[in-house]
């Protein structure tokens, strides 16, 4: 087991990527589209926590782009939200933004969890 993961580090780390980085590239091209707006919301939410003005923005823009506006107001509303964090994160007003994202995202976890009857991802 461990020459294996030996092999992946160095298959890895010859390609310019950590082993972290390969298996999480593989996580994200396996899972649904629900689960990945779940991986976003998490990825911007620690954006916010370190305070990185980049990441948290290129997580709203992601959450932005996966918008389905032919669902009508559910997805304006999402919308206006997602650009209200943004602002936020403009402003440096990380805690504002998280304090937007934060039950978006606990509401889209407990939805999936029920959905599919397994336990929630911790975020």
Do not use: H
Request: glycine share 8%.
């Amino acid at each position: 087991m461990d020459v294996a993961v030996d092999m992946l580090q160095a298959g890895a780390a010859y390609r310019g990527i950590s082993a972290v980085d390969a298996y999480r590239t593989q996580q994200v091209m396996t899972e649904s589209p629900e689960r990945l707006v779940l991986m976003v919301y998490d990825c911007v939410i620690a954006a916010c926590n370190l305070k990185d003005k980049t990441k948290a923005s290129r997580g709203l823009a992601e959450l932005i782009d996966a918008l389905d506006f032919s669902q009508g107001e559910i997805a304006v509303g999402l919308f206006r939200l997602y650009r209200y964090a943004m602002d936020k994160v403009r402003e440096d007003d990380f805690d504002g933004a998280t304090s937007v994202i934060r039950p978006l995202r606990e509401i889209w976890g407990e939805t999936l969890r029920k959905k599919s009857g397994t336990p929630q991802v911790a975020g």
